[in-house]
């Protein structure tokens, strides 16, 4: 038997991509909470918040900046960006999808019961065509003073979920169709990471070490991005493990299901999140 078979490779992407996965969930969570539960208003001109945190019995003190940390140049070589555990978990994500779903696309994307008019490579094409389409409606909007109201921008992303969720829909197998949901969040979640949040830091950094104004609206614009994941990321997790939800997945009313979650999930980790926000203001 060969070391490195196609099914050997495909445990180690899954086992890397598992892993990233939970690293990079963890410091979403972790970097939403305490921003969250450190206490505001501290009168040093320089800090914006600041707490004490406690793990394995030792004492650590966390600050958050309200702009540049004096002194920045000679803190930038210890600066640590959280980045890579995205890109992990991306990458290994889509080399996944590759050699699992888009190599077995007739077994597990169509099915010819929905439309037997789909090819395989069509049903290929549509996947990416989704998530490039979804990506630029998401993005685009988060550009537009739509993002101000958030009843609205949430209203209209939902909308825009269901039609498109109701045109895969005559493409897809069902089960495929309820993955592909939580793949195109994914995506977007990673893009949020690099096509945003990435380079916004890399322009703050830029202007601290070049001593020019610090432009703050590039870090609320991260920051709400870094937020759109958070919220997102319980009904990804939901409908990556679609193979182990049995009758969920496999039932006539599993998007509905999924729907139904990910507005539940995205109000309580709203509600979660405001509530934090209380409790330390």
Known sequence: MELFNLKSIEII???AHIFAVILWIGNSYFFTYVDNKIQKNITDKGIDAEGILQHSGIFYRLSRFKGVPDQFEKLEKN???????????????????????YKNAEFLIID?????????????????????VSWTFYHMICKSKLINNKTIFVIALFIFSVVIT?????????????????????????????FCI????????????????FDLNLSLQSKTRSLHNNLLTPVVLLSMIYGHLG???????SL??????????????HFINLRNQKNTN
């Open 247 to 253: 009758i969920i997945s496999s039932s006539k009313y």
């Open 13 to 15: 992407l899954r086992y």
């Open 166 to 194: 109701y045109i895969l829909a005559q493409v897809f197998s069902q089960r495929f169709l309820f993955f592909s949901v939580g793949l195109t969040l994914a995506v977007i979640m990673f893009f949020n990471v690099w």
């Open 112 to 132: 010819p019961r929905i439309n037997n008019n789909i090819t395989p490579i069509f049903g290929i094409i549509a996947s990416i065509l989704s998530i490039i």
């Open 198 to 213: 990435i380079p916004n830091q890399k322009s703050m950094v830029s202007s601290a070490l070049n001593k020019t104004e």
């Open 256 to 269: 509905f299901i999924l729907y139904a979650f990910a507005i539940i999930s995205g109000y309580a980790r």
């Open 79 to 101: 600066l640590v960006i959280f980045k890579w555990q995205a890109t992990t978990a991306f990458v290994t994500g889509i080399f996944l999808l590759i050699i699992i779903y």
